[in-house]
T-cell receptor
Framework: GESVGLHLPTLSVQEGDNSIINCAYS??????FIWYKQESGKGPQFIID?????DKRQGQRVTVLLNKTVKHLSLQIAATQPGDSAVYFC????????????FGGGTRLMVKP | DSGVTQTPKHLITATGQRVTLRCSPRSGDLSVYWYQQSLDQGLQFLIQYYNGEERAKGNILERFSAQQFPDLHSELNLSSLELGDSALYFC?????????????FGEGSRLTVL
């Protein structure tokens, strides 16, 4: 699963800094918003999700923020590590549509040592 | 390792040909999803099966078809291949009743059409 060739916006951060990856969504009816990480040569991997009735959810080193007023989702990664280098996708889901996810365009995170 | 297995990992074929991609979901997962990832389109949902039946359909071309078998493995058939069909094809699975957004993805099948 090589995603290097994808034409994506890139965020470059220094190792140890915090990273913020942003995503705009359009479907106000979405029930869940999800972040996936795709490393080079691999399939997407679930990071964290947030229900549409929440504003913030924290995981291990990651925080997702949801601003429904402006339809904006962000993923914050604390103390970014080289292993965080990957493409990050936001996705949305409506329960009535089953578990089908609609993915956004993705952002490439590059961590400089 | 997500537990989702896809074969083949790489496939090179010519225009006009037909290929079959195979997916084995995680043990116990009843839902299988197929996604296409191309250079300029990101991850596009193709089709979903649940326990052998088609559940949802996305932007899947008429030249493409899929099915899920009684043992829950799934196959994606791509026919009359065109250069633009070159992409990564991912299979994902999820458990019944899963309320969150977690799908488990395989490592993909890279299709190159020459």
């Amino acid at each position: 699963g090589e995603s290097v060739g994808l034409h994506l916006p890139t965020l470059s951060v220094q190792e140890g800094d915090n990273s913020i990856i942003n995503c705009a969504y359009s479907n106000s009816a979405s029930d869940y918003f999800i972040w996936y990480k795709q490393e080079s040569g691999k399939g997407p991997q679930f990071i964290i999700d947030i229900r549409s009735n929440m504003d913030k959810r924290q995981g291990q080193r990651v925080t997702v923020l949801l601003n429904k007023t402006v339809k904006h989702l962000s993923l914050q990664i604390a103390a970014t590590q080289p292993g965080d280098s990957a493409v990050y996708f936001c996705a949305e889901k409506r329960v009535e549509a089953g578990n089908m996810l609609t993915f956004g365009g993705g952002t490439r995170l590059m961590v400089k040592p | 390792d997500s537990g989702v297995t896809q074969t083949p990992k790489h496939l090179i074929t010519a225009t006009g040909q037909r290929v079959t991609l195979r997916c084995s979901p995680r043990s116990g997962d009843l839902s299988v999803y197929w996604y296409q990832q191309s250079l300029d389109q990101g991850l596009q949902f193709l089709i979903q099966y649940y326990n052998g039946e088609e559940r949802a359909k996305g932007n899947i071309l008429e030249r493409f078809s899929a099915q899920q078998f009684p043992d829950l493995h799934s196959e994606l058939n791509l026919s009359s291949l065109e250069l633009g069909d070159s992409a990564l094809y991912f299979c994902a699975s999820s458990a019944r009743g899963l309320a969150t957004g977690e799908l488990f993805f395989g490592e993909g099948s890279r299709l190159t059409v020459l």
